[in-house]
């Protein structure tokens, strides 16, 4: 599964990997940006939803970066 999701990463981009259920996963992940040479490689910590507004999350960087983003799904999931 590692492999395939390590298939949208480019040369010379930016990757973000967000936490992964098998610690083994971020461990490939990890060593395949490295192989295909990213630019940069950003940990995020899991989104939370912000209750107060529907579609808003929340996400904060490694780095303590903060910011806010709109997912505009109407259904619980």
């Known amino acids: 599964m590692s492999k ?3 298939g949208i ?3 010379g ?8 259920i098998e610690q083994v996963t971020e461990i490939t992940l990890k060593k395949c940006s490295k192989e ?6 950003v940990l995020v910590k899991p ?12 996400m904060e960087l490694l ?8 997912i505009p ?4 999931f």
Not at 36 to 41: A, E, T
Not at 63 to 70: A, I, L, V, Y
Not at 73 to 76: I, S
């Open 9 to 11: 990463m480019k040369t």
């Open 47 to 58: 989104a939370t939803w912000k209750s107060e507004m529907v579609g808003l999350a929340s």
């Open 13 to 20: 981009r930016k990757v973000v990997i967000s936490p992964q």
């Open 36 to 41: 295909i040479g990213c630019s940069h490689v």
């Open 63 to 70: 780095d303590k970066t903060h910011f806010e983003f709109f």
């Open 4 to 6: 395939e999701k390590a």
């Open 73 to 76: 799904l109407e259904a619980d």
